[in-house]
């Protein structure tokens, strides 16, 4: 099984969770909607031809921007089980008729150059094996000046140990790399983008939400014992990056916007 086909087996164990977990994560009462979608949808109004989520999961996205933005999305996943989701989510809340949804890697898109007016990836890009060529594959899919708006978790711009990584692989082996803002940067504008804006926020996530959102599925108490071993071990300037207590963490989400140039 390929490192895709073990995200998908992932996905098909979290998927019932998965949309309680992200509004829980955010602590508020609209929880993920609240904070994120909203940025996004207002980077992206406008666009009048079809957007592609790229990692549309269970489509918790597309559906607030087809509901916000009146367009067509089509939504690609490594997972069966995500877009099953997606779709029973599409169905149920009437908006099916502009959402389609494709099985494929984010990496090796089936659509022709340029056909789409605007793209979205959320909590996502971390998985992908080789971030450069998937972020060419992200231009070639985009016509000329359309936008393309970047969420994911990030690491500090300071973490020059790989920290945050270490204790994301500790309870997550399908996890291949989070970057800073910079770095995302340094990855998009050799494939033909340019950076517009970006948006950092910040949340404390407690150790028993991360080990219920991720441990539960790749090996529970023996990959909480890993992350735990990780975080004794660390220096104190590493815990200080992330404001680390003691059952409790802070973490980074990032909003990258970048236009297609």
Known sequence: MDEYG???????KR????????????????????????????????????IIDFGVGTGRVASELI????????GVDVSDAMLAKAQENADAGGYSGKLVLQ???MDELAFASGVFW???????????KDPLKTANEFRRVLRKGS???????????????????????ALSP???????????????????????????ISYRKTFADLFRDKAAYFGGKEAENRFLRILQEATPAERELYRVEEDAMELLYGISVFSAV
């Open 147 to 169: 936008v393309l708006a970047l969420g994911d978790l990030v690491s500090h711009e300071n973490d020059t140990t790989h920290f945050f990584d270490r204790l994301e692989n």
């Open 67 to 74: 509901q916000r933005l009146g367009c067509t999305v089509v």
């Open 103 to 105: 099985r494929s890697s």
């Open 6 to 12: 073990k995200v998908a087996e992932y996905y098909a």
């Open 118 to 128: 605007g793209g979205v990836s959320t909590s996502a890009f971390h998985y992908v």
């Open 174 to 200: 399908v996890h291949q790399s989070y970057y800073s803002m910079s770095k995302r940067v340094s990855l998009f504008e050799p494939a033909g983008f340019e950076r517009v804006t970006e948006k950092v």
């Open 15 to 50: 998927v019932g969770a998965y949309d309680s977990q992200k509004t829980a994560t955010w602590k508020s009462s609209g929880g993920f909607d609240s904070e994120v979608i909203p940025e996004i949808a207002r980077q992206l109004k406008g666009v009048s031809g079809p």
